[in-house]
């Protein structure tokens, strides 16, 4: 059996889109667990009206902590493997099942992920992020992980529930702790990346942008010191990560017009990277736009 964790927060309007596309996953045993936090909408009457008792739900007092969230459904899990989707997503027919068939033909690897598309109401914005397509590789993503060249989006990630033993739960001192979670996952097992695009991730206005907010790279930041600090990556690493961190909250900070805040993190940017060439540019443009008022 796979268990499949959605955590949810005033999504009504686009449940019935996300739990449907799970459902029509063929040919797997699974269950759904949703943990509502708190919603003030109609979560409960759009998860009561399918009527499916493959479905668990359960409402938890409001804390906006996906990370608590995630790790009650989990302990509450019954399935081999675990899966997650978020509740404004969708998955496309058969994601299940053919991560499930890498996962039984590699019993060397512990999770599986693939690509996503990216759309906003009728409008397709991204068509994949990962560039290749039709392609199957069944081997550790760490190193692209600490070193930015890849990114895991956590409503592809099916893994076995065995991995835990090693990685341990979410962190729930983070809000979402999803990076740190599938950095330590992906330091222990060797992933199955399935290049095709078997998510289709939905923007709207109440959700985050493709930018993180300023919190997860609050949360990105520790993820990398922790990591630095039980030996998991090198200085040099760790100094490239501070660099991104802080060159993108200023950029946060610029989009604000609060420039102090965005030139004092550019400059702890340079700190740990002085090669970082759209550091010095966004720098001399904050100067600029400052200027004009």
Same mark, same amino acid.
């Given at each position: 059996?796979?268990s499949?964790?959605l955590?949810?927060?005033?999504? /009504? ?5 996300c739990? %449907?596309?799970?459902?029509?996953q ?14 003030e909408?109609?979560?409960s009457?759009?998860?009561a009206?399918? %009527?499916?008792?493959? @479905?668990?739900?359960y ?8 990370s608590r ?6 302990r509450?899990?019954?399935?081999e493997f ?7 997503d ?9 991560q499930?068939e890498?996962?039984?033909?590699r019993?060397d690897i512990?999770f599986?992920?693939?690509d996503?598309?990216?759309f906003?109401?009728?409008?397709i914005?991204?068509?994949d ?5 039709d392609?199957?590789?069944?081997v ?10 890849m990114?895991? !989006?956590?409503?592809?990630?099916v ?9 341990g ?7 979402? /702790?999803d990076h740190?979670f ?9 992933a199955?990346v @399935? !290049? ?9 206005d109440?959700?985050?942008?493709e930018?993180?907010s300023?919190?997860?790279y ?6 990398f010191?922790r990591?630095y600090?039980?030996?998991? @990556?090198?200085r040099?690493c760790?100094?490239k ?11 946060? !900070?610029? %989009?604000e017009?609060?420039?102090?805040e965005?030139?004092?993190? !550019? ?9 970082? /060439? ?14 004009r008022?």
């Amino acid at each position: 059996m796979v268990s499949i964790i959605l955590p949810t927060y005033n999504r /009504g309007a686009f449940l019935q889109d996300c739990i %449907g596309s799970v459902l029509q996953q063929k040919g797997v045993d699974f269950e759904l667990i949703v943990v509502d936090d708190g919603s003030e909408d109609d979560t409960s009457e759009v998860v009561a009206a399918f %009527g499916d008792e493959r @479905i668990r739900y359960y409402r938890r007092p409001h804390t906006g902590y996906t990370s608590r969230m995630k790790n009650f459904a989990i302990r509450r899990c019954s399935g081999e493997f675990l899966a997650f989707i978020d509740s404004d997503d969708m998955w496309k027919a058969g994601k299940l099942d053919l991560q499930l068939e890498l996962l039984a033909a590699r019993p060397d690897i512990g999770f599986s992920i693939t690509d996503i598309t990216v759309f906003r109401e009728n409008t397709i914005l991204k068509e994949d992020t990962y560039g290749l397509r039709d392609t199957v590789e069944c081997v550790s993503i760490f190193s692209r992980l600490a070193r930015n060249r890849m990114l895991v !989006y956590n409503p592809t990630l099916v893994m076995r529930k065995s991995c835990l033993d090693r990685t341990g739960f979410f962190d729930e001192s983070m809000r979402s /702790g999803d990076h740190d979670f599938n950095m330590r996952l992906a330091y222990h097992y060797k992933a199955g990346v @399935i !290049y095709e695009p078997l998510l289709m991730r939905r923007l709207h206005d109440s959700n985050m942008s493709e930018e993180m907010s300023f919190e997860n790279y609050a949360e990105y930041l520790s993820t990398f010191e922790r990591l630095y600090q039980g030996e998991m @990556i090198d200085r040099n690493c760790v100094k490239k990560a501070r660099g991104n961190a802080f060159f993108k909250l200023g950029e946060l !900070y610029a %989009g604000e017009r609060r420039w102090r805040e965005a030139r004092k993190n !550019y400059f702890l940017a340079l700190k740990n990277d002085l090669f970082h /060439g759209r550091c010095y540019r966004s720098l001399l443009k904050s100067w600029s736009l400052q200027g004009r008022g």
